[in-house]
C-alpha cells in the first residue's frame, strides 16, 4: 500500500508527471480525429477508409493493453511507462512525415501498440505508491490531464491544419509530446512499493479465461464496446457533415464541437453521486436513454439543435462509462486488473468496428444512417442490460426485478 501522502514534494511531482503523461496519451491518441474528412479528401478514399487513421490505433491499443500491465510486472512500472510515452511522441512526429495512406496507417498501428503502456500501467503505480487517502485526488489530476489532452489535440489539429497542414500540426504535436515525455522520465520517482515478479503468460489467459466466463462480465464488456462504438462513431462522422452542404463550415469552427466534451466531467462526477441514491441498473438505463435522446437532437438541420444533441450524448456516455466501468471493479472477485483490461479492450475495439463501419453508413444513407447505426448499437446495449440484470436475479432469487436493481450499488 502506498504511502506518499498529498501536500508533499513527491505527490505533487507524480501528480504533474502523470498530469503530462494522461496529456500525452490522449493527444497522440485523438489528434487525427477531426483530420478524418482530410485524409478521405486527400488520398482520394471514402469515408471508412478515411477514419482507420484512428480506428486502427484504438484496435491496436485494445489489444496491447492486454499484456502491457502483465509486461510491466517484469520490466517495472516506470520503465515501461517511460518508453510508452517516448516511443509514442516519436511516432507522432514520424507520421507528420509520411505521404500516402499505408504509410500513415502502418506508423498510427505502430503507435496504438505503444501507447497501451501508460493507461495499462499509471493505476497500478498510483494505487502502490500513493496512501490511499490521497489516491483519488491524485488519479483525478491523471484523469483531467486525458481529458485536456483529447480536447486540445482534436481542437489544434483542426485549428493547425485550417492555416497550415495536417503535417505540420502532427510534427508539432510530436515534439511537444516528446519534451513532456522527458520531463515525466525526469520528474516521475521511481517505484518503491513494486514487486518484480517474472512473466507468467499461463497466468494472463487463465485469469482472461475466467473472467470471460462470467455472464455478468461479458455483458458489461459488450455494453463498453456498443456505447463506445456509438459515441466514437457520432463523432467520427459530425465532422463530414458540417464541412459539408449546408453548412460548410471551417475545420477550426468544427472543432470547437469538442469543446463539449468539457460536459463529461460534470457527468461523470454527477451520475457518481446518484449511483449510490438509485442504483447502477438504473442509472446505467437513464444515461444511455441519454444518449438515445442526444443521437436523435441531432437529426434536426439547425446547428443550434445538432450542438444540443452533442452535448447530450456526451454526457449521457461518459455517465454510462463511469457507471458500467467501476461495476467491473466491483463484479470480479479476482485479478481486477485483468478484468479492467479487458473492458478497455472492448472499450476501444467498439471504437475501432462502429467508428469505421459508421463511414459505410454515411456513404449510403448520410446522416440518417450514422444515426440508425448509433441507435441500433445502443439498443443492443439495452438488451445486454436486461441480461445483466437478470444474471443478478439469478444469484439472488427471492428478489423482484425492482429489488434487484435497487441491489445493484456500489
Same mark, same amino acid.
Given at each position: ?38 485524409? %478521405?479528401? /486527400?488520398?482520394?478514399? &471514402? ?6 487513421? @484512428?480506428? #486502427?490505433?484504438?484496435? =491496436? +491499443? ?64 498510483? %494505487?502502490? /505508491?500513493?496512501?490511499? &487517502? ?6 483525478? @489530476?491523471? #484523469?483531467?490531464?486525458? =481529458? +485536456? ?67 455478468g462480465l461479458l455483458c458489461l464488456y459488450g455494453i463498453s ?186
Open positions: 500500500m502506498g504511502s506518499i501522502k498529498s501536500g508533499t514534494k513527491r505527490y505533487r511531482e507524480i501528480n504533474l508527471a502523470f498530469f503530462a503523461a494522461g496529456f500525452v496519451t490522449f493527444i497522440t491518441l485523438y489528434d487525427v480525429q477531426p483530420l478524418l474528412p482530410v485524409f %478521405s479528401r /486527400e488520398f482520394g478514399v &471514402a469515408a471508412a477508409w478515411g477514419s482507420l487513421p @484512428l480506428s #486502427i490505433t484504438t484496435c =491496436a +491499443l485494445a489489444v496491447a493493453m492486454l499484456v502491457a500491465g502483465t509486461l510491466s510486472e517484469t520490466l517495472g512500472r516506470k520503465k515501461v511507462m517511460v518508453a510508452s510515452l517516448v516511443i509514442t511522441s516519436v511516432l507522432a512526429f514520424a507520421t507528420s512525415l509520411t505521404h500516402t495512406l499505408p504509410e500513415l496507417l502502418g506508423l498510427r498501428l505502430l503507435q496504438g501498440m505503444a501507447l497501451a503502456g501508460l493507461p495499462a500501467v499509471a493505476m497500478a503505480y498510483l %494505487s502502490e /505508491e500513493i496512501a490511499p &487517502a490521497s489516491l483519488s485526488s491524485a488519479i483525478g @489530476l491523471y #484523469i483531467s490531464g486525458n =481529458a +485536456l489532452g483529447g480536447m486540445t489535440g482534436r481542437i489544434f489539429t483542426a485549428t493547425f491544419t485550417e492555416y497550415f497542414s495536417w503535417r505540420a500540426a502532427l510534427g508539432v504535436i510530436g515534439v511537444v509530446c516528446l519534451l513532456l515525455s522527458l520531463h515525466f522520465a525526469r520528474t516521475l520517482p521511481p517505484s518503491e512499493n513494486f514487486t518484480r515478479r517474472p512473466f507468467a503468460a499461463r497466468y494472463l489467459f487463465t485469469s482472461l479465461s475466467k473472467h470471460l466466463q462470467d455472464p464496446f456498443l456505447i463506445m462504438g456509438s459515441f466514437i462513431t457520432l463523432y467520427n462522422y459530425i465532422t463530414f457533415r458540417l464541412l459539408g452542404a449546408p453548412y460548410y463550415l471551417s475545420h477550426s469552427v468544427v472543432s470547437l464541437i469538442f469543446l463539449v466534451y468539457m460536459l463529461g466531467s460534470f457527468s461523470s462526477s454527477m451520475v457518481g453521486g446518484q449511483v449510490e441514491r438509485f442504483g447502477r441498473g438504473r442509472m446505467l438505463f437513464l444515461t444511455m436513454a441519454t444518449m438515445v435522446v442526444g443521437a436523435l437532437f441531432t437529426l434536426f438541420h439547425d446547428i443550434t439543435s445538432i450542438v444540443t444533441g452533442i452535448g447530450i450524448c456526451t454526457c449521457g456516455f461518459f455517465g454510462a462509462h463511469t457507471i458500467a466501468s467501476s461495476w467491473v471493479g466491483s463484479r470480479a472477485r479476482t485479478a481486477k486488473a485483468q478484468a479492467a483490461s479487458l473492458y478497455l479492450f472492448f472499450y476501444y475495439l467498439g471504437s475501432s468496428v462502429s467508428g469505421t463501419a459508421g463511414g459505410f453508413f454515411w456513404t449510403s444513407f448520410g446522416w440518417q444512417g450514422v444515426v440508425l447505426l448509433i441507435l441500433t448499437l445502443l439498443a443492443l446495449g439495452f438488451c445486454l442490460l436486461k441480461l445483466l440484470v437478470s444474471c443478478f436475479e439469478a444469484q439472488c432469487p427471492a428478489k423482484t426485478a425492482v429489488a434487484s436493481l435497487d441491489a445493484l450499488r456500489s
